[in-house]
């Protein structure tokens, strides 16, 4: 009976659930500096947890649902601390940071790693900054928000940096060497992927534009036959086959293999699937903001260009509202060049429009494009000017200048037009012996190619063709020609006065 008793006991005791934290609550992990940073997990209903850090102990009681969460005081950036957290056992966090965090997010130049850049080896080896650390968020495309993602925290050596997403790598350097803190980075990125799936479906709802392409999705979904796909991809399969074979013996090169067609409720680029799967279980993980390097699949259609300057925005209010942080600032950065992506001057076009959403910047990248690469290797400029906007904006520290120069207004008087530009402090200049990349026109709505002179913080135009000129455009094509910039070197973006239904433009000459 009492060997009965033991057993028993013991059973239950093994049956309990453990307490179990996050993949991002590990080892290496850094928590924001200076805010009330959470700390959450899983145990059993009911159970009583602690959490210990810094000198500091919170205790929690486990839902209904298991999940139990505390909010520790704000600590001041420092280095090294132990996180442990108690329960029907003890899990022990090594190596935890505190400094800034910040979340790096969008499609595949955002996801593009260090070590296809093609730098230098004296940029690896200068890698060495065991007090940087990246967090990257597996990929995980789900139709219901999740609560757990995997990943683990690696800090920063010549060696991990390689699989560092370069734009994140840069830009969290350049902050750890200005502040003189650690700095995290979470990573959650997905090449070839549409904005709307990284915004919640609730958020996309609210907007009728955004709730039709729910709907068509939807739709699409209901009518997936898994069964009829099986049988049709076999086919398509045993056809490639005998292709191969026939290609093969007249020695031609090979047809690429059939994809099967799959579910649209599972893909990658169905709204809100990317949210649910790679940013939701995240929250409210504290961060200081958040850079975003996306849009290039929203440039195929003149459509889902002009979609973008309503789904931008969105996705900052969105993102705020999640993480209950009204101010979190937000910067992206404005598509560089790329002569086969035909509507992407209106995708540029909005990224400069949402600027007027407070708390955001945007890195403007229209020089270090690549006109027939879509995934450009010079993310060190990307990173380094999306931190020059942080330090400048966030951290109020003192820079020459954080952005290039930004339209802001004009004047026409008589042949002339003068356009006003923002972050012109430092002078405005051509890069070559002219400025080129402007256009003017009349009523006629003809572009014309226009004479251009700086004067201070202006510039003027003109052309002999067009007497009476009424709309500027600068860049306005997809690769975004144009060599004006400030006196700090940053560049012009690209901008329209007009509102004119547009096509595809010719490019500047």
């Not at 999940?67 to 704000?74: G, P, R, T």
């Not at 925290?153 to 699989?163: G, I, L, R």
């Not at 700086?454 to 009476?468: A, D, I």
């Amino acid at each position: 009976m009492k060997r009965l008793a033991i057993l028993l006991l013991s059973c239950s005791t093994l049956c309990r659930a453990a307490v179990k934290l996050p993949a991002i609550f590990s080892d290496h992990m850094v928590l924001q500096a200076d805010t009330a940073a959470s700390v959450w997990g899983w145990a059993d209903e009911g159970e009583e947890v602690s959490v210990s850090i810094a000198g500091q102990t919170l205790t929690a009681e486990a839902r209904a649902d298991g999940k139990w969460s505390v909010k520790l005081a704000a600590l001041k950036p420092s280095t090294t601390h132990t996180l442990t957290v108690k329960g029907s056992n003890t899990l022990t966090v090594n190596d935890v940071l505190v400094g800034e965090v910040w979340l790096a997010s969008g499609q595949s130049n955002m996801a593009f790693q260090f070590n296809k850049c093609a730098l230098p080896a004296a940029d690896s080896a200068a890698a060495d900054l065991p007090q940087l650390r990246m967090f990257t968020v597996a990929q995980n495309s789900m139709r219901t928000p999740q609560m757990e993602c995997q990943g683990q925290w690696m800090m920063c050596t010549p060696e991990t940096v390689q699989n560092f997403s370069a734009v994140a790598y840069f830009f969290g350097r350049d902050l750890h060497r200005k502040l003189k803190t650690p700095v995290g980075l979470i990573n959650s990125s997905w090449g070839g992927t549409d904005i709307a799936a990284w915004t919640s479906e609730p958020a996309q709802a609210k907007v009728p534009a955004l709730k039709a392409n729910l709907d068509t999705w939807a739709k699409q979904s209901a009518a997936f036959d898994a069964v009829k796909a099986k049988t049709a991809a076999a086919a398509q399969n045993e056809r490639w086959k005998a292709a191969v074979a026939k290609a093969k013996a007249a020695g031609k090169p090979l047809p690429r293999k059939p994809r099967p067609a799959a579910d649209p409720a599972i893909s990658q680029n169905h709204p809100a699937n990317l949210f649910n799967g790679m940013i939701r279980p995240i929250i409210p993980y504290a961060i200081k903001g958040v850079i975003w390097y996306q849009g290039e699949h929203n440039c195929a259609t003149l459509e889902k260009a002009k979609l973008y300057a309503t789904q931008l925005p969105l996705l900052v209010q969105d993102w705020r509202e999640q993480w209950h942080a009204r101010n979190l600032p937000f910067a992206w950065v404005q598509l560089p060049g790329f002569v086969t992506s035909p509507f992407r001057a209106q995708v540029r076009e909005a990224m400069l429009k949402s600027l007027s959403v407070p708390g955001t910047g945007m890195a403007i990248t229209v020089d270090v494009g690549e006109a027939n690469d879509n995934h450009p290797k010079n993310k060190k400029a990307v990173g380094e000017r999306l931190s020059l906007w942080a330090q400048a904006r966030v951290y109020r520290q003192k820079v020459d200048a954080y952005s290039g120069p930004l339209p802001a207004g004009h004047d026409i008087k008589g042949g002339q037009v003068f356009v006003k530009f923002d972050h012109a402090q430092t002078g405005l200049q051509a890069h070559g012996e002219s400025l080129t990349g402007f256009q003017i026109a009349g009523t006629d709505k003809q572009w014309q190619p226009a004479q251009a002179q700086t004067m201070g913080h202006l510039v003027m135009l003109n052309s002999p063709v067009v007497k009476h000129p009424v709309a500027v455009r600068y860049g306005w094509s997809p690769l975004g020609e144009g060599n004006l910039f400030n006196g700090a070197n940053l560049p012009a973006s690209p901008f329209r006065t007009d509102d004119w239904e547009d096509t595809v433009v010719p490019t500047a000459k």
